[in-house]
Each structure stands twice: as structure tokens, then as C-alpha cells.
């Protein structure tokens, strides 16, 4: 089970961490991915981090914005989200993807938390 938190309300340029918590399975050795969905959009990629701690993934809009990071002894990942824009408010999902192995696409990644909403007030 994936519980996602720390979503908000913030201003431009503002920032929020997210955390991913996971519990019935140690996942350090799963992808695990953010994902977010706008109103009216479908699921897209955000970030992904592996089971090595050391590779990610980022999708162009956020590189050098979001940082994900991965804390293992707390079964848990990050993802810090500065500068923040309007077009990043979304309904942000963590998901646990492939064991040992890197995924960018919703369909790769198998079990779902329940989302937390990111509001960004221009």
C-alpha cells in the first residue's frame, strides 16, 4: 500500500515535499514514480527513482525544479517540488513500478497511492 501526502496550497514560485509512504512491502528495490493529473488531462509522468537510489528520471518540465530521493530504512520516497507553477497544480500519485528495472509510463507501474492534491496560486 502506497500513502501519498504533502500536497497544499502554495504561491509561485513556493514549494512543498512530497512524501510517498509504503507499507506491506519493502520497496528499495522497485521504481517508484510520481505522477500527477490536471482536470480534463491524462496521467503524466513526473519523476521516477530506482531501486540503486542513484538513477532518475524527470520529465523536461520539471528538471531542475523536483528533486526525488529515496530513504529506504523508512520504506519511504520524496519529492521536493520547488519554483512551483500555475501548471503544476495537479492531483500528484505515487506508484511502485518494475523490481530492478526503470519505467517512465503509467502503464509500468502497477500499485497506486491515492493521490494529494498540489494547488499553485499565480
Known amino acids: 500500500q502506497l500513502q501519498a501526502s504533502g500536497g497544499g496550497l502554495v504561491q509561485a514560485g513556493g514549494s512543498l515535499r512530497l512524501s510517498c509512504a509504503a507499507s506491506?512491502?519493502?520497496?528499495?528495490?522497485?521504481?517508484v514514480g510520481w505522477f500527477r493529473q490536471a482536470p480534463g488531462k491524462g496521467r503524466e509522468f513526473v519523476s521516477a527513482i530506482y531501486w540503486s537510489g542513484l538513477s532518475t528520471d524527470y520529465a523536461e518540465a520539471v528538471k531542475g525544479r523536483f528533486t526525488i530521493s529515496r530513504d529506504d530504512a523508512k520504506n519511504a520516497v520524496y519529492l521536493q517540488m520547488n519554483s512551483l507553477k500555475p501548471e503544476d497544480m495537479a492531483v500528484y500519485y505515487c506508484a511502485l513500478g518494475p523490481m530492478f528495472g526503470r519505467a517512465t509510463t503509467p502503464r509500468e507501474y502497477e500499485y497506486w497511492g491515492q493521490g494529494t492534491q498540489v494547488t499553485v496560486s499565480s
Open positions: 506491506g512491502r519493502a520497496i528499495s528495490s522497485y521504481a
